[in-house]
């Protein structure tokens, strides 16, 4: 369990009851979102963890603020999606869910994480560097609706 901005917020693998929540919030965020049948796929065979808050917060489909999508070939692996409910941002859930990801993913034998990010993405942007990633390419018009640039960032994992 992991503190965040004065709420007990825990972080563990998703289930199947999380599906509606994490669509939710994917709809909230990303003009191209994924659909929940690609997000039920995610679940069966990527690291997926939530953020969840309140009473029952450890339980499925409970209190879900936040979720992070990863897709492990060791020693590699991808952020694929990493997201914050609208009325949760600010407050610690992404540095939160980002870091824990992290620590499964070396538990996992990782030794880089790689993601894209939509350049206009500010917050995010400030988010992974300051976690540590690093820029190493640009997808020209990666992005749709609207068409924008993806900034391919790095980070190494050092074995412990």
Known sequence: M????????????????????????????????????????????????????????????????GYVVALVLAPDAEVADLAVAPEARRRGVGRA??????????????????????????AARTLYESAGFCPVGRRRGYYRQPVEDALLLRREIDPT
């Open 2 to 65: 992991t503190v965040v901005a004065s709420k007990a917020l825990h972080i563990r693998h998703a289930v199947p009851e999380d599906l509606a929540a994490i669509a939710r919030i994917e709809r909230a965020s990303f003009s191209d979102p994924w659909s929940e049948d690609s997000l039920a796929t995610a679940l069966d065979r990527m690291v997926v963890l939530v953020a969840a808050e309140g009473e029952g917060a450890g339980d499925g489909a409970v209190g879900v603020v």
């Open 97 to 122: 869910l980002l870091a824990r990801a992290i620590e499964v993913l070396a538990d996992l034998t990782v030794r880089a994480v790689h993601l894209e990010v939509r350049e206009s993405n500010r």
